[in-house]
């Protein structure tokens, strides 16, 4: 199984970048895919989320408003739509999934999820 994420780089505050996630190896149409980040010294974030069957999206507080998450089941992609960014969106980006239900309380924990990307650095300079 596996999570490759792509899309991260360098934009000024108020910029935007979208991430890509594909999955191959395993079907998650059954589970959440979502992005968390990690922030220098920081420790691993919830970002966005979406459940089985479309279910939520879920977000951040910080992120909603700026931030859409998609997935495209046919692909097996999960997808994070970037708007607005500030230096404080500085991290590294994780694509996660999860091959099975997930109580929604929990869907934003990454303890829950069984398989993450390799990260994509996203820098937003100020």
């Known amino acids: 199984v596996q999570l490759q994420a792509s899309g991260g780089g360098w934009v000024q505050a108020g910029g935007s970048l979208r991430l890509s996630c594909a999955a191959s190896g395993r079907t998650f149409s059954s589970g959440p895919m979502g992005w968390f980040r990690q922030a220098p010294g920081k420790e691993r974030e919830f970002v966005a989320a979406?459940?089985?069957?479309?279910?939520?999206?879920y977000y951040e507080d910080s992120v909603k408003g700026r931030f859409t998450i998609s997935r495209d089941y046919a692909k097996n992609a999960v997808y994070l739509e970037m708007n607005s960014l500030s230096p404080e969106d500085t991290a590294v980006y994780y694509c996660?999934?999860?091959?099975?239900?997930?109580?929604?309380?929990?869907?934003?924990?990454?303890?829950?999820?069984?398989?993450w990307g390799q990260g994509t650095l996203v820098t937003v300079s100020s």
């Open positions: 996660a999934a999860r091959d099975g239900r997930i109580v929604i309380s929990a869907i934003h924990r990454a303890d829950q999820y069984y398989y």
């Open positions: 979406v459940g089985r069957w479309s279910a939520g999206p």
